[in-house]
């Protein structure tokens, strides 16, 4: 299967620290998105590229949140001095073309628990 | 993008088709009406979309209204495996998807 990668699938971490996540998108993709999920909610856009191109931000990306995508291949997401309120699974998706009609395809996410 | 408008929840037996409505009375004529599920535990996965006509592929079916400012995804014969939030999202740009809450779609045997 050759879908879209996560890892670590599941991190735990004390308050204060730093967590990277790692993201493989489908071959040849060149759209890539994060996304966050709180429990009870659907997932909450946080910031795509286009190859390495980082094209929009959300709000909900704050400073301490960093995302980068070097060579327009997998991409990682930082997040600096981790807060309780930083625990939500973190979805990376991907998609080819920039349609409206393309498809999005979603990995299965990385779980993050601050404690 | 447009707003979408879905039920909480929804409840069905095993084996018997379900529909779940989704309301977009603001869409506008570029927007694409896509459908995504969710399992627990698991990242979103695609079931659906159109635009215009009604589509059908292997996990569904989806109805657009005629004057599209509602739509309908019809899973067939609804399975344990169905059981899942279904998110319909209104797409017209490139751009990323925008989640609502959803329908929780629970299915009983």
């Known amino acids: 299967d050759t879908g879209v990668s996560q890892d670590p699938r599941h991190k735990i971490t004390k308050r204060g620290q730093n967590v990277t996540f790692r993201c493989d998108p489908i071959s040849e993709h060149n759209r890539l998105y994060w996304y966050r999920q709180t429990l009870g909610q659907g997932p909450e856009f946080l910031t795509y590229?286009?190859?390495?191109?980082?094209?929009?931000k959300s709000r909900l990306l704050s400073d301490r949140f960093s995302a980068e995508r070097p060579k327009g291949s997998f991409s990682t997401l930082e997040i600096q001095r981790t807060e309780q309120g930083d625990s939500a699974m973190y979805l990376c998706a991907s998609s080819s073309g920039d349609s409206s009609g393309n498809t999005i395809y979603f990995g299965e996410g990385s779980w993050l628990t601050v404690v | 993008d447009a707003k979408t408008t879905q039920p909480n929840s929804m409840e069905s037996n095993e084996e018997e088709p379900v529909h779940l409505p989704c309301n977009h009375s603001?869409?506008?004529?570029?927007?694409?009406i896509h459908w995504y599920r969710q399992l627990p535990s698991q990242g979103p996965e695609y079931v659906i979309h159109g635009l215009t006509s009604n589509v059908n592929n292997r996990m569904a079916s989806l109805a657009i209204a005629e004057d599209r400012k509602s739509s309908t995804l019809i899973l067939h014969r609804a399975t344990l495996r169905d059981a899942a939030v279904y998110y319909c999202i209104l797409r017209n740009s490139g751009y990323a998807l925008n989640f609502g809450k959803g329908t929780s779609l629970l299915v009983t045997p």
């Open positions: 590229f286009q190859n390495e191109a980082q094209l929009e």
């Open positions: 603001t869409i506008s004529g570029t927007d694409y």
